[in-house]
């Protein structure tokens, strides 16, 4: 129907991205979503609901925990449940509109519906089919569940029903801890669910930094978190109202059941692409389904490109994003890069944790020497004053050049932190150069400044 230079399918936050930054190039540019609202996974029932779930219920274990040390006397304040899903909603619906808003200005046509592949260079939306010099692929993930274990979204539900449950359960089995499982799980615990999470590993957040796993688990703990570790997950039996977990621990396979109101299946996603006719065009995946690409983010099909959590790589808003943007500048005839080696990684729990760059296993791994600054948020006045001071900065540095190699922080505001250990890995800085780089007091930061001095003649709040 109509002839564009560039046709991206899908509008998460890879996606619309791209089609931005295409429109920017001067390319004639449309984006196709499936879905009502643009955004995506990110937007609509990924990190902007979750992150308001998890807002309003730190608000609430302030409230209930750290307001009366304060002098902050009175009720505690009580959960409307059906006005927290409408905050979160309004906070979608701010969010996608700013996306459409963000079309509109850029002139990207919103092209409404599922879309296919025909053939290379043409996109087919319902009966219409429209040309299109490039096409980029971006249509996401979604959950992956485990053999024989059917979500319903009701009573076993994925993380798109975990954050629109009808009410809040009284007890929720969580089968996973990752990103997801310890996020949705420390909302509802927050909120007074009785939460374990049950993990076939024997750690939490499995390739993150030891001592921040540890320190991370002992924290949840203390809010309430149950943990089941090393345990493998037979089955999930569902009852009426309610399901029953079944479980072996892998240590001497002995059997246990867990019960629960709800059974949130949290153990990772899987590439999006039913539908679009890769199989017919020859586009090549990965054994787990990932479309594969070269380092300019192109299929093996010519003039077919693909990006986010679609391809290879970590899930993540900021990696698809970073991918859309590259991969339009490249279309564009420019040069499009994405450094894999800076993606910084956050989980938005209380504390935060946060990690970017190389972590200590694998520099071992690697056999290459290095040194470690640590430093305790105890010695961080702001963190004190803030009833905040649960965690550490590990900064990670080579032994002989100091260049920082990497972070890893669990903490207040973790994930805002880390970006400037990512600017610095950017720029090759040493530990040093953060370490006589002059921080505002009293704030969070300093404790980042204190772990660069650790790592070289010591910090001076320890
Ligand atoms: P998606 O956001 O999945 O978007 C793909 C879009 O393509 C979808 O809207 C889909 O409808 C559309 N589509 C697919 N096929 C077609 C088709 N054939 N035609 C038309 N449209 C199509 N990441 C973070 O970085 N930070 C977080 O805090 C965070 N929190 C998360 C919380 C949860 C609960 C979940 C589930 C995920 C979270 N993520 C987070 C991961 C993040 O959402 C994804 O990494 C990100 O959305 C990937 O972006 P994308 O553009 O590749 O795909
Ligand atoms: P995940 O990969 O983070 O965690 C899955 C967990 O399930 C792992 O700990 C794994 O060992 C465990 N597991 C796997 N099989 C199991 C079994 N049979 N029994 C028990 N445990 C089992 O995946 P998750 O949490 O589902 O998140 C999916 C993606 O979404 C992640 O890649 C993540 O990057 C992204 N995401 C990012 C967020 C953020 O950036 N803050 C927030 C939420 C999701």
């Not at 374990?196 to 924290?219: C, H, N, W, Y």
């Not at 993540?316 to 040069?335: F, P, Q, R, S, T």
């Not at 953060?434 to 704030?443: F, G, I, Q, S």
């Not at 969070?444 to 320890?462: D, F, N, P, Q, W």
Request: with cysteine; net charge negative; aromatic share 6%.
């Amino acid at each position: 129907m109509s002839a564009y230079d560039v046709i991206v399918i899908g509008s998460g936050p890879g996606g619309y991205v791209a089609a931005i930054r295409c429109a920017q190039h001067g390319l004639k540019t449309a984006c196709v979503e499936g879905r009502d609202t643009l955004g995506g996974t990110c937007l609509n029932v990924g990190c902007i609901p979750s992150k308001a779930l998890l807002h309003a219920s730190h608000m609430l274990h302030e409230a209930e925990h750290n307001f009366a040390k304060m002098g902050l006397k009175g009720k505690s304040p009580s959960v409307d449940w059906a006005q927290m899903q409408s905050y979160k909603q309004e906070t979608i619906d701010a969010n996608t509109k700013g996306v459409e808003f963000l079309f509109k200005k850029n002139k990207v046509d919103w092209i409404k519906g599922w879309a296919s592949i025909p053939q290379a260079g043409k996109v087919q939306v319902g009966e219409d089919i429209h040309d299109a010099k490039h096409i980029i692929i971006a249509s996401g993930s979604e959950p992956s569940s485990l053999l024989g274990v059917e979500i319903d979204e009701e009573i076993v539900v994925s993380s798109t029903g975990a954050l629109t449950l009808p009410k809040i359960p009284k007890k929720v089995t969580v089968i996973g801890a990752g990103v997801i499982g310890l996020e949705l799980g420390s909302v509802y615990a927050r909120l007074g669910s009785d939460v374990t999470v049950v993990e076939f590993l024997d750690v939490i957040t499995p390739g993150m930094d030891k001592d921040v796993q540890k320190a991370f688990q002992r924290s949840l703990k203390k809010q309430g978190l149950k943990f089941v570790l090393g345990a493998a997950v037979q089955s999930v039996e569902k009852m009426k109202t309610k399901a029953k977990v079944h479980y072996k621990l892998r240590k001497d396979d002995s059997e246990h059941q867990l019960d629960s109101d709800i059974v949130l299946v949290a153990t990772g996603r899987k590439p999006f692409t039913n539908g679009l006719g890769l199989e017919s065009l020859g586009v090549e995946l990965s054994e787990r389904g990932q479309i594969k690409t070269d380092t300019e983010w192109r299929t093996n099909v010519p003039g077919i490109y693909a990006i986010g959590d679609a391809i290879d790589g970590p899930m993540l808003a900021h990696k698809a994003e970073d991918e859309g943007m590259a991969a339009a500048d490249v279309i564009a005839g420019k040069h499009g890069h994405v450094n894999y080696g800076v993606i910084p990684g956050v989980i938005y729990t209380h504390p935060e944790v946060a990690s970017v760059g190389e972590s200590e296993d694998t520099l071992k791994e690697n056999g290459r020497a290095y040194k470690v600054g640590k430093f305790n948020f105890m010695g961080n006045g702001r963190a004190k004053a803030n009833l905040a001071s649960e965690g550490f900065v590990k900064l990670i540095a080579d032994a002989e050049t100091d260049r920082i190699l990497g972070a890893h922080i669990l903490g207040p505001a973790a994930g805002d932190l880390i970006h400037e250990i990512c600017v610095a890995l950017e720029f090759g800085a040493s530990a040093e150069d953060l370490a006589l780089t002059c921080h505002a007091h009293p704030t969070y930061s300093e404790a980042v400044r204190e772990a660069a001095l650790a790592c070289g003649m010591g910090a001076i709040h320890s």
